[in-house]
């Protein structure tokens, strides 16, 4: 089993160039089978989840020619199964976007339940109101969701509760609608605007993408394009939090500095200095950090997916903070192993309370899920001594090339599998 081996205490300093956005391309990828002509789609991340995905487009009959490792071309018009259901699929979160993509297309799809990372209860109440809403029929039978539809209508969908998943799965299968759809209190992610920008390049009439209220006039078809996927902006996030925790001063590339706001605005209180640039920001800690207050909201607030990141940060900072994690229940996992590594940190329900310490000392801990994962090995860069991350394939779902990017700013790691290859790498590095 694959782990990282980390020998912490050096500063990350240098430049790193951000990948494209996972959580946009899965949902882009989704929207690629619906045309019957060839979509090329560019700057995807070369991970786990997105290479997942393209195999299941591939088992249902689309044909795709993979260019490279960021580019692929699709063309749906060879599909000749509305049904996905593999081992692999199981384990992504956004295989929930095929339900979408196909019972526009076709109005029918089966697709297995979604997996995805264990941070709490993930219900998908909200997709399938939408989708009755649309006037489709939905069973969940043998784990799987099956959706079939006579005809889809437009229709005025109102979603409980914010979420990401729902708005593009409803927005995907609504494209493909007779007539007019409106979504009301819609997510407005950055990654629900390059979904419905990518729908809008194939043909798709969907305004207000980014707001609360979305506005779809259903076409016939979709036609082919090409199109570029988003900068992550968690990815661009965790390294500049890795700056933050390392003392470093890292210059992040590629990326949106509109998208990373909220992002920013947290490093300032925490005590970094932030430079904002066309398509770059610039993080430089001076060492000391301070306590704040955080709580996780749908964007444009402070993205749950960084809330590992920042809780590594305010371990490490003078004075007391808390964290309110507003939409996942379970997200507080890696707050034990952290405290095996020295941090001072209280959960009661949705709330940490964090003593700062001094410092983290090397331990081995569990990765647990993606984004706690890549929060660890951060804390393993600052930690004094050697850290091991287990179960690293988590943070291989969502990180392209993590450990080289992080390599090439100084940071002494490396992916290991046995006891071995960790006893080399401690007499390597001394
Ligand atoms: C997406 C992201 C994930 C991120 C999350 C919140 C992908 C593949 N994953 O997940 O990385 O952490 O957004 O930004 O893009 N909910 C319901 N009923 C539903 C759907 C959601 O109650 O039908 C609740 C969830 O339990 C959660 C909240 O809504 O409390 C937000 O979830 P949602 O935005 O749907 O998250 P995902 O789309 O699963």
Redesign the pocket.
């Known amino acids: 089993m694959d782990r990282y081996i980390v020998k912490g205490g050096n500063a990350l300093v240098g430049e790193v160039d951000i990948s494209g956005a996972k959580?946009a391309a899965?949902g882009i990828l989704a929207a690629a089978v619906m045309a019957d002509e060839t979509v090329l789609i560019d700057n995807l991340p070369d991970v786990r989840d997105i290479n997942v995905l393209i195999d299941a487009i591939a088992e249902i009959g689309a044909s795709v020619e993979r260019i490279d490792r960021h580019s692929v071309k699709i063309n749906g018009s060879t599909i000749n199964s509305t049904c996905a259901d593999n081992e692999y699929i199981k384990r992504i979160?956004?295989s929930y976007y095929l339900i979408g993509a196909l019972l526009g297309k076709f109005k029918k799809a089966e697709v297995t339940l979604p997996g995805?990372c264990n941070i709490?209860?993930?219900?998908?109440?909200?997709?399938i109101k939408g989708f009755k809403a649309l006037g489709a029929d939905v069973k969940i039978e043998y784990g799987m969701i099956k959706t079939e539809a006579a005809d889809l209508h437009g229709s005025h969908i109102y979603l409980d509760?914010?979420?990401?998943?729902?708005t593009i799965n409803v927005m995907l299968a609504a494209t493909l609608a007779n007539g007019n759809t409106v979504i009301e209190n819609a997510?407005k992610?950055p990654?629900i605007v390059d979904v419905a920008n990518m729908l809008n390049s194939m043909g798709a009439n969907i305004r207000g993408a980014g707001t609360d209220i979305i506005k779809i006039k259903g076409v016939e078809k979709l036609h082919g394009c090409e199109y570029s996927v988003i900068p992550d902006q968690i990815e661009a996030g965790t390294f500049m939090f890795a700056a933050a925790v390392t003392r470093g001063d890292i210059l992040v590339r590629n990326v949106i500095p509109k998208h990373l706001e909220a992002i920013t605005s947290k490093l300032y209180d925490i005590g970094c200095s932030v430079e904002e640039y066309d398509d770059a920001v610039r993080v430089i800690s001076n060492g000391k950090l301070v306590s704040t207050q955080v709580k996780t909201l749908?964007y444009p607030g402070f993205?749950?997916?960084m809330q590992p990141q920042i809780g590594v940060a305010l371990a490490l900072a003078e004075g007391t903070s808390t964290i309110v994690e507003s939409?996942?229940e379970n997200r507080f996992k890696y707050v034990d192993e952290l405290m095996c590594m020295g941090a001072n940190v209280r959960v009661e329900g949705n709330i940490a309370v964090i003593e700062g310490v001094e410092k983290y000392t090397g331990a081995q801990v569990n990765a647990l899920d993606l984004r706690a994962g890549a929060a660890l090995v951060i804390a393993g860069l600052a930690a004094e001594g050697f850290t091991i991350i287990d179960d690293i394939h988590f943070i291989q779902r969502g990180y392209e090339g993590f450990e080289q990017k992080l390599r090439k700013l100084g940071a002494v790691i490396e992916m290991v599998d046995s006891d071995k290859e960790i006893q080399k790498f401690k007499l390597k590095v001394g």
């Open positions: 959580n899965l979160r956004a995805g709490g209860s993930r219900p998908i109440d909200q997709h509760v914010v979420s990401v998943g729902a997510a992610e990654h749908p993205p749950t997916d939409i996942f």
